[in-house]
C-alpha cells in the first residue's frame, strides 16, 4: 500500500508573528521556519505503516515556493522514501492546495492520504477535507488512532464531544491531531541518507491546474491589547478582587 | 441575498453554537433559512423554528446524516445550498469536518472561524494562533464560512416562529460508515458555553490532582478545561484541551492552574473577561495575559481557594 503524506513549510511553532506596522501583511522577515507540526505527525504515521508491513512505500508532497524542498527533506529524514514539490509562487489558498494535492494523487494512485489537520500560519483546517471532496474518498478528519483493515480503515477522531470511531472505504484521506503519535527526531545518517532520496519537481500545468485567488487579504493587525494585571499577595485578596473589583464571582 | 445556517445537534437537541453562526449569518444582512440535517431529528427543526430571526428551517430527515458523516452531509448541503449566498455553520469539530468539503464541492474557498463581519464579503478571523488578525475578502458569489462561536453573541432561542420543510434529498456516498463514540458525561456545563471555566496543566501533576479543580468548579458553575500538555500526558481526556487547536472559550472568568501560558494555549482563552493565573514561576508568561496573577503553590492555594468561596 502507498501512503502520500502532504506536509507545509510554515513558521515555527514557537516564533511569535507579528503584523508589520504598515498591516500590509506579517512581518516574516528572518523568522525560522519549519515543517507544520500536523504534517509531522503525519510523516510519523506514515512511516509506522511501513515499519509494521503495512505500507509499501510512503512519498510526501509539499505545495510552495524552492525552499519548501527542506521540509520535504526533513519528512525523508524521518523515514519517507521519495519527495514530490509542486512549484508555486506566494501563497496559495487550501482550495487551490486541494486541486493540486488532487492532480498528485492522481499521478501517484496512493491508498491512503495523511494530512495535518490544520496549518499552524493560516489555521485554515480546510485542505484534507477539500481533497476528499474532489478525489470522492472518504475522510477521518482529527485522527488520534489510524488502524489499517483489509481494504478499510478505521478512525479514531477528535471530536468536542469525546471520541468518535469511522470505519472508511480505501482510498481514503486522513487528518492528524495531536495525539496520534509523537514524532521522532531524525538521526544524522538520516538526514545524510535523505539528501540522496529522490525529489521530484512538478508545476501547476504539469497537474493541469490553474492556480486562482478567491479571497484577497486586506490588511492585518494585532489583536486587541489586554491591559496589565496585578499580581495578588494572597488568596484572600484573589477572592476580594473577583468579587468586589471584578465582580464575577 | 440569502443564508442557509446549518445546525449543529445530536439529532434532538439544538446545539448553542448554532445560535452564535445565525449571528454571524445576521451580520450579513441577508434572510437566514436553517437546514438540520439528522436521522430522527424533528424536534430539532422544532426548536430551530423557533430561533428569532428565522425564515424557514428544512429538514433533511435521513438514516445517512444520522451521525453527520461529511461524505453524506457535504453532497446534502452542496445541493440545498446551491440556491444561497452564503452558507454558515458553527466552526465546531463537525463544522470544521463538513464545510471545507462542501466548499470544495461548490468550487470556492472557505473562510474560516471569522470573529467579524465587516460587509458581506468581508471578514475578520485570527491567524498565527491569535497573535494576528486578518481581514480578507471574499471573491466568490458564494460564501462558505464558519464562525467561532466566541466572538458573536447567541441569537434568542425562542420568539421566532419559521416555517418547517423537509427536504427529501437523501445521498448516501456509501464510503463511511460511523462505528461509534466515546462521548464524556458530565453535570458540568458546556466548555465552550460556561460563563467560568477552570483549567489545570502540567503542573497538576497526574489526572488524580485534577480532583482539586471539583470542588472550587462546582461552587462557580464552573467548566473544567486543560491545557495540551495534560491531556497528551492523559490527566484528562482530549475533549478539554483549551487552546490554537482545541476548544476556544471566552468566560466571564478563566483560571489558569499550573498553565505556562504558551502562545497556543493563550490562542483558546485570552478572550476570556477576566483571567486569574495561578502558578508557582512569577515569570511564567501567563501572568502577562491574567488580570489577577497569584504566584503560588498550586497544592496550597486550591484547597484554600475552594474554603474561602
Ligand atoms: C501544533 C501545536 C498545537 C498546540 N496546541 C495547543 C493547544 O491547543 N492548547 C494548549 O494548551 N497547548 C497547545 N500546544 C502546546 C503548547 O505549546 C504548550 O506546550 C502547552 O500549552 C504547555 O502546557 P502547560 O502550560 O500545562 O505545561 P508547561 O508549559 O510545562 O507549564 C506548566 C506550568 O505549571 C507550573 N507549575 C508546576 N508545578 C506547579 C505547582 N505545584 N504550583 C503552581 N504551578 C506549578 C510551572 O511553573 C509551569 O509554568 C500546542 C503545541 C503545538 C506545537
Ligand atoms: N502548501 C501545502 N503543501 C502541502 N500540504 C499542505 C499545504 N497546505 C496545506 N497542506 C496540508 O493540509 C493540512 C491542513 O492545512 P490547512 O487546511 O491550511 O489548515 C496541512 O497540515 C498539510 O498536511
Do not use: W
Not at chain 1, 540522496?196 to 501547476?204: R, T, Y
Not at chain 2, 427529501?168 to 460508515?177: L, M, R, V
Not at chain 2, 494555549?265 to 477576566?274: E, R
Amino acid at each position: 500500500m502507498k501512503v502520500l503524506v502532504a506536509v507545509k513549510r510554515v513558521v515555527d511553532y514557537n516564533v511569535k508573528v507579528r503584523a508589520k506596522a504598515d498591516g500590509s501583511d506579517v512581518d516574516l522577515n528572518n523568522v525560522k521556519m519549519a515543517i507544520n507540526p500536523f504534517c509531522e505527525i503525519a510523516v510519523e504515521e506514515a512511516v509506522r505503516l511501513k515499519e509494521a508491513g503495512v505500507a509499501t512505500e510512503v512519498v510526501v508532497v509539499s505545495v510552495g515556493e524552492k525552499p519548501c524542498q527542506e521540509q520535504i527533506r526533513t519528512a525523508l529524514a524521518l523515514g519517507a522514501d521519495r519527495g514530490v514539490q509542486v512549484e508555486t509562487e506566494g501563497s496559495v489558498e487550501p482550495l487551490v492546495v486541494a486541486k493540486l494535492l488532487k492532480g498528485v494523487v492522481e499521478k501517484e494512485q496512493p491508498q491512503l492520504v495523511i494530512l495535518g489537520k490544520q496549518s499552524i500560519d493560516g489555521d485554515n483546517n480546510q485542505t484534507g477535507q477539500m481533497l476528499g471532496a474532489l478525489t470522492n474518498m472518504a475522510q477521518g478528519t482529527f485522527a488520534s488512532e489510524v488502524k489499517i483493515d483489509g481494504d478499510a480503515v478505521s478512525v479514531t477522531r477528535e471530536v468536542d464531544g469525546g471520541l468518535q470511531t469511522v470505519k472508511l472505504k480505501l482510498p481514503a484521506i486522513v487528518t492528524t491531531d495531536l495525539r496520534l503519535n509523537e514524532p521522532r527526531y531524525a538521526s544524522l545518517p538520516n538526514i545524510m541518507k535523505a539528501k540522496k532520496k529522490p525529489l521530484d519537481v512538478f508545476s501547476p500545468a504539469d497537474l493541469g491546474v490553474e492556480v486562482t485567488s478567491h479571497l484577497t487579504q486586506l490588511k492585518v493587525e494585532p489583536p486587541a491589547e489586554r491591559q496589565a494585571g496585578i499580581k495578588v499577595a494572597s488568596v484572600d485578596e484573589l477572592v476580594d478582587k473577583l468579587k468586589n473589583e471584578a465582580k464575577v464571582i | 441575498m440569502s443564508t442557509l445556517v446549518i445546525a449543529e445537534h445530536d439529532n434532538s437537541t439544538l446545539n448553542g453554537a448554532t445560535l452564535n453562526a445565525v449571528t454571524a449569518a445576521q451580520a450579513l444582512g441577508a434572510d437566514i433559512d436553517i437546514l438540520v440535517a439528522g436521522a430522527g431529528c424533528g424536534a430539532v427543526g422544532e426548536q430551530a423554528a423557533a430561533v428569532a430571526g428565522v425564515n424557514k428551517v428544512l429538514v433533511a430527515d435521513n438514516a445517512a446524516y444520522g451521525h453527520q458523516l461529511a461524505e453524506n452531509v457535504a453532497l446534502l448541503i452542496a445541493e440545498v445550498g446551491a440556491g444561497y449566498d452564503n452558507i454558515v455553520a458553527a466552526a465546531t469539530t463537525n463544522g470544521k469536518n463538513t464545510m471545507p468539503r462542501v466548499a470544495a464541492l461548490l468550487d470556492v474557498a472557505q473562510i474560516s472561524d471569522i470573529i467579524a463581519v465587516e460587509s458581506a464579503d468581508t471578514f475578520k478571523r485570527p491567524i498565527y494562533a491569535g497573535n494576528v488578525i486578518a481581514t480578507v475578502q471574499s471573491a466568490d458569489a458564494k460564501k462558505v464560512i464558519t464562525v467561532r462561536t466566541t466572538a458573536f453573541d447567541a441569537a434568542a432561542a425562542e420568539g421566532g416562529s419559521a416555517s418547517v420543510e423537509a427536504v427529501g434529498a437523501a445521498h448516501d456516498a456509501g464510503i463511511s460508515e460511523f462505528v461509534g463514540e466515546e462521548l464524556a458525561q458530565s453535570d458540568r456545563p458546556e466548555l465552550t458555553a460556561a460563563s467560568v471555566v477552570i483549567s489545570g496543566g502540567r503542573g497538576m501533576q497526574n489526572g488524580e490532582n485534577f480532583k482539586l479543580l471539583d470542588g472550587i468548579a462546582d461552587k462557580l458553575g464552573a467548566a473544567i478545561g486543560a491545557s495540551r500538555a495534560a491531556v497528551d500526558a492523559g490527566f484528562v481526556p482530549n475533549d478539554m484541551q483549551v487552546g490554537q487547536t482545541g476548544k476556544i472559550v471566552a468566560p466571564d472568568l478563566y483560571i489558569a492552574v499550573g498553565i505556562s501560558g504558551a502562545i497556543q494555549h493563550l490562542a483558546g482563552m485570552k478572550d476570556s473577561k477576566v483571567i486569574v493565573a495561578i502558578n508557582k514561576d512569577e515569570d511564567a508568561p501567563i501572568f502577562q495575559v491574567a488580570d489577577y496573577g497569584l504566584v503560588a503553590d498550586l497544592f496550597e492555594a486550591l484547597p484554600e481557594l475552594e474554603g474561602k468561596l
